[in-house]
Nanobody
């Protein structure tokens, strides 16, 4: 499985970015999909996830109400809309996929597959 995350970039605090992730999997409709972030010197952590049906989402407390995850099964693509960005959101963001239940993935962040990542930089 390959996950590619074009996009990312730099933005000022309060701004918005939209990340997208295209997968090589023919059918993502049976996978839980998510986004992970890794700031310099820190471990990779869970940011947002969506279940395989697409009717349930989970977010880290730090991004709740500011970020929105969605997916388009027909395009095998997952999105992360990032609004009201803060300097502390600066990190490499990676798309991730797994067959495990979303609740477990949201708690552990232990997705089995993730992409190379894209840099998001938020300046104050």
């Amino acid at each position: 499985v390959q996950l590619r995350e074009p996009g990312g970039g730099s933005v000022q605090a309060g701004g918005s970015l939209r990340l997208s992730c295209r997968t090589s999997v023919r059918d993502i409709s049976k996978l839980a999909m998510g986004w992970l972030s890794q700031a310099p010197g820190e471990d990779r952590e869970f940011v947002a996830g969506i279940n395989w049906i697409g009717d349930t989402t989970r977010y880290a407390d730090s991004v709740e109400g500011r970020f929105t995850i969605s997916k388009d099964d027909a395009k095998n693509t997952v999105y992360l809309q990032m609004d009201s960005l803060k300097p502390e959101d600066t990190a490499i963001y990676s798309c991730a996929a797994d067959l495990s239940p979303l609740e477990w993935l949201a708690t552990t962040g232990r997705f089995g597959t993730w992409g190379q990542g894209t840099q998001v930089t938020v300046s104050s």
